[in-house]
C-alpha cells in the first residue's frame, strides 16, 4: 500500500494559464475527494467521486474548474484560465468501500503558485 | 463561513503541559474526525469517533464526541515537541459525499 499520490508537488503559472493536477489513489478505494487549503485555513470540500461517477461538486467550484476520474482510479483536477485567488494546496483523498465511517486517507498536496 | 468551528486558534505550551483543544458545530454529524497536518503535507487521520458521548484514548491523546454529536474536543497529556502540528476536526454527513473541516489549532510545544 503505496498510499495517496499527488503530481506535481508544486505548480508556479501565470495568471490565465491552465494547469492539470493528478491524483492516484489507495488501489481499491472507490472513493476520492478533493479539496482546497489556503494559508492558515482547514481544507475545503471540492468534489467528491464514487467510482468514476462526480456525485457532489461544491458550489464553491466555478466554471473554470472541473474534475474528472475515468475508469475509477486515478483523477485529475484542471483549472483553466488560472486567477491569483487560486493560489492554495489542492489536496487529494481516498475513502475505502464497505468501511461504515468515511476515513479518508490524504495525499501529500499540490501546491499552486498564481504569479 | 466555516461549520466547524476549532477553539484556540493558535496554542503555544511548553513541553510536558496539557491541553485540550475544541471543535463546535450547531450541525449534527453522523461521525467526527481529527487529523493532524504538518507543514507542506497532507492531514493524517488521529481518530473517528461516530457514537455520542463516546470517549477514545491513543496513548496520550484523549478524544471525546458529545452526546449530542454537535462537537468534540481533543485532549492531550503532557505535551511532547512532535506534538506540534496543525490539529483539524472533519464532519461527516449520513452520506459520504460531503466532509466538512474546521479552521485548525495551530499546537507549537515548545522544549
Known amino acids: 500500500d503505496t498510499g495517496v499520490s499527488q503530481d506535481p508537488r508544486h505548480k508556479i503559472t501565470k495568471r490565465g494559464q491552465n494547469v492539470t493536477f493528478r491524483c492516484d489513489p489507495i488501489s481499491e478505494h472507490n472513493r476520492l475527494y478533493w479539496y482546497r487549503q489556503t494559508l492558515g485555513q482547514g481544507p475545503e470540500f471540492l468534489t467528491y467521486?464514487?467510482?468514476?461517477?462526480?456525485?457532489?461538486k461544491s458550489r464553491l467550484l466555478s466554471d473554470r474548474f472541473s474534475a474528472e476520474r475515468p475508469k475509477g482510479s486515478f483523477s485529475t483536477l484542471e483549472i483553466q484560465r488560472t486567477e491569483q485567488g487560486d493560489s492554495a494546496m489542492y489536496l487529494c483523498?481516498?475513502?475505502?468501500?464497505?468501511?461504515?465511517?468515511?476515513?479518508?486517507?490524504f495525499g501529500p498536496g499540490t501546491r499552486l503558485t498564481v504569479l | 463561513t466555516q461549520l466547524l468551528e476549532q477553539s484556540p486558534q493558535f496554542l503555544s505550551i511548553q513541553e510536558g503541559e496539557n491541553l485540550t483543544v475544541y471543535c463546535n458545530s450547531s450541525?449534527?454529524?453522523?461521525?467526527l474526525q481529527w487529523y493532524r497536518q504538518e507543514p507542506g503535507e497532507g492531514p493524517v487521520l488521529l481518530v473517528t469517533v461516530v457514537t455520542g458521548g463516546e470517549v477514545k484514548k491513543l496513548k496520550r491523546l484523549t478524544f471525546q464526541f458529545g452526546d449530542a454529536r454537535k462537537d468534540s474536543s481533543l485532549h492531550i497529556t503532557a505535551a511532547q515537541t512532535g506534538d506540534t502540528g496543525l490539529y483539524l476536526c472533519?464532519?461527516?454527513?449520513?452520506?459520504?459525499?460531503?466532509?466538512?473541516f474546521g479552521s485548525g489549532t495551530k499546537l507549537n510545544v515548545k522544549p
Open positions: 483523498a481516498s475513502s475505502p468501500k464497505y468501511r461504515v465511517y468515511n476515513e479518508q486517507f
Open positions: 450541525s449534527v454529524f453522523s461521525s
Open positions: 467521486f464514487q467510482n468514476e461517477a462526480q456525485l457532489e
Open positions: 472533519a464532519g461527516g454527513g449520513y452520506n459520504f459525499n460531503k466532509f466538512y
